[in-house]
């Protein structure tokens, strides 16, 4: 594993590796909950859903780890399931076995540009203000989600979002685990982020919230075998697209929330990593983009919606992750979740919370690395670290910062130095919003 992995060669051991992917795995075994909730409400079989999720993260874990060696896990994406479910199924009327035809299809055609090197110029045309900004973004991004998870940050009809109820045990509970992580980390405690989950999960045994019940749950046993496959493993409607070519308007919209996804993930991630060369390419992107898209097509046909890179491995790189083998571990503990599901399910919001808060602040360090003299690349880079959060997505964000950065440079007349491939994103952009 060591030579495999070339733990030498990356600085790290096999104890951090293992710690690390523990860490990335807690940190986003939300999905296991989630997902099958939302999935559900298209009429698939929730026990059905939760397997497929658990088995097709394992899966894209495992093609990460043995096609880049980088410490990016995947899983069914947040926003993409939402659209699949309530905007694909529920809002346009197609049926469940449609949209897994349409996601399997999309990681056909992602798949054919990754090999084709196509994604992996679209990744390389972004600016690297607009990378900064990226990697800015979905750290701020992340800290948004612990912080609303944790009731620090909720909505507000008056201020749009405005601060909980900063004395209620649960809040307290996630400040101080976000505390403690700080202290950890400053005193280079190895683990800083699990050891502080773990003490927030068991703490939250003793600990009543407003409602009278315990913060943590005890589950009700410790292992159990959802059903099987059987009801969405290969059900998809294979010949949809193209028995129904206007749906090949979905399947776009589709195509380009995975692939900024995708690539806004990976390179906000692998920055953290220092995985990037001196010019600041990933040198295995085309790689980690078909590892990613030959996910995607295997989870459609378990039963499950687009799977992607997820921003959470961030803090498995926190952790110290910085090879393939944080990436196996968080697949082997999707893999075993399918047995352990009561007790995963169980580990509450309050201890991730703080950790995705923690990571969330150390990702908003590299805005340090924003070209300052250039005030094109500073502007968007800026823009687009606020939008993503704002947004609540990352193609969003990423799509007003290319716009804006493409506007900019046309109008102060340096478009003829603006690469080609650029204006392709902007075209993509301009397109995905005019088909709504």
């Given at each position: 594993?060591?030579?495999?992995?070339?733990?030498?060669?990356?600085?790290?051991?096999?104890?951090?590796?293992?710690?690390?992917?523990?860490?990335?795995?807690?940190?986003?075994?939300?999905?296991l909950?989630?997902?099958?909730?939302?999935?559900?409400?298209?009429?698939?079989?929730?026990?059905?859903?939760?397997?497929?999720t658990?088995?097709?993260?394992?899966?894209?874990?495992?093609?990460?780890?043995?096609?880049?060696?980088?410490?990016?896990?995947?899983?069914?994406g947040?926003g993409?399931?939402?659209?699949?479910?309530?905007?694909?199924?529920?809002?346009?009327?197609l049926?469940?076995?449609?949209?897994?035809?349409?996601?399997?299809?999309?990681?056909?055609?992602?798949?054919?540009?990754?090999?084709?090197?196509?994604?992996?110029?679209?990744?390389?045309?972004?600016?690297?203000?607009?990378?900064?900004?990226?990697?800015a973004?979905?750290?701020?991004?992340?800290?948004?989600?612990?912080?609303?998870?944790a009731?620090i940050?909720?909505?507000?009809?008056?201020?749009?979002?405005?601060?909980?109820?900063?004395?209620?045990?649960a809040?307290?509970?996630?400040?101080?685990?976000l505390f403690?992580?700080?202290?950890l980390?400053?005193?280079?405690?190895?683990?800083?982020?699990?050891?502080?989950?773990?003490?927030?999960?068991?703490?939250?045994?003793?600990?009543?919230g407003?409602?009278?019940?315990?913060?943590?749950?005890?589950?009700?046993?410790?292992?159990a075998?959802?059903?099987?496959?059987?009801?969405?493993?290969?059900?998809?409607?294979?010949?949809?697209?193209?028995?129904?070519?206007?749906?090949?308007?979905?399947?776009?919209?589709?195509?380009?929330?995975?692939?900024?996804?995708?690539?806004?993930?990976?390179?906000?991630?692998?920055?953290?990593?220092?995985?990037?060369?001196?010019?600041?390419?990933?040198?295995?992107?085309?790689?980690?983009?078909?590892?990613?898209?030959?996910?995607?097509?295997?989870?459609?046909?378990?039963g499950?919606?687009?799977?992607?890179?997820?921003?959470?491995?961030?803090?498995?790189?926190?952790?110290?992750?910085?090879t393939?083998?944080?990436?196996?571990?968080?697949?082997?503990?999707?893999?075993?979740?399918?047995?352990?599901?009561?007790?995963?399910?169980?580990?509450?919001?309050?201890?991730?919370?703080?950790?995705?808060?923690?990571?969330?602040?150390?990702?908003?360090?590299?805005l340090?690395?924003?070209?300052?003299?250039?005030?094109?690349?500073t502007?968007?880079?800026?823009?687009?670290a606020?939008?993503?959060?704002?947004?609540?997505?990352?193609?969003?964000?990423?799509?007003?910062?290319?716009?804006?950065?493409?506007?900019?440079?046309?109008a102060?007349?340096?478009?003829?130095?603006?690469?080609?491939?650029?204006?392709?994103?902007?075209?993509?952009?301009?397109?995905?919003?005019?088909?709504?």
């Amino acid at each position: 594993m060591q030579s495999f992995f070339k733990f030498e060669e990356n600085k790290t051991t096999l104890g951090r590796e293992t710690l690390a992917g523990f860490t990335t795995f807690a940190a986003m075994a939300y999905i296991l909950v989630v997902n099958p909730m939302i999935l559900s409400s298209t009429g698939m079989d929730t026990q059905a859903v939760i397997m497929a999720t658990a088995i097709a993260a394992a899966v894209g874990c495992f093609l990460m780890a043995f096609m880049t060696n980088y410490p990016i896990a995947l899983a069914s994406g947040m926003g993409t399931n939402a659209y699949f479910a309530f905007i694909v199924v529920i809002g346009a009327g197609l049926p469940w076995q449609a949209a897994l035809s349409l996601t399997f299809w999309n990681g056909i055609v992602f798949l054919i540009l990754s090999v084709t090197g196509f994604r992996k110029k679209l990744a390389e045309a972004i600016p690297p203000g607009l990378q900064v900004g990226i990697q800015a973004g979905i750290g701020f991004f992340i800290a948004l989600l612990g912080l609303k998870a944790a009731g620090i940050v909720t909505s507000s009809n008056a201020t749009i979002i405005t601060h909980g109820d900063m004395t209620s045990p649960a809040i307290l509970l996630a400040l101080g685990g976000l505390f403690l992580m700080c202290i950890l980390s400053v005193r280079k405690i190895p683990g800083a982020i699990m050891i502080s989950m773990i003490v927030l999960a068991i703490s939250g045994l003793f600990i009543a919230g407003n409602g009278g019940r315990m913060l943590t749950t005890a589950p009700e046993s410790i292992a159990a075998i959802p059903s099987g496959l059987g009801k969405t493993f290969m059900e998809l409607d294979w010949l949809y697209p193209f028995a129904n070519p206007s749906s090949l308007k979905i399947m776009f919209v589709l195509l380009i929330l995975d692939l900024f996804d995708s690539i806004g993930t990976i390179i906000g991630v692998s920055r953290r990593a220092n995985l990037v060369d001196s010019e600041g390419k990933l040198p295995k992107m085309d790689k980690a983009l078909a590892a990613d898209a030959i996910a995607t097509s295997t989870g459609a046909l378990l039963g499950t919606s687009t799977v992607t890179s997820f921003v959470e491995s961030a803090a498995g790189v926190e952790a110290g992750g910085r090879t393939g083998f944080t990436s196996l571990v968080v697949g082997t503990f999707f893999l075993l979740s399918i047995f352990f599901y009561p007790l995963i399910s169980a580990v509450p919001a309050i201890a991730t919370a703080p950790a995705l808060i923690f990571v969330g602040l150390l990702m908003g360090q590299s805005l340090r690395d924003i070209p300052y003299d250039d005030f094109t690349e500073t502007i968007t880079a800026i823009l687009t670290a606020l939008s993503i959060p704002l947004f609540f997505s990352i193609t969003h964000g990423l799509a007003i910062g290319v716009i804006l950065y493409l506007a900019m440079q046309i109008a102060t007349g340096k478009a003829a130095k603006v690469n080609w491939m650029t204006y392709v994103i902007g075209a993509m952009f301009i397109a995905f919003y005019t088909l709504g």
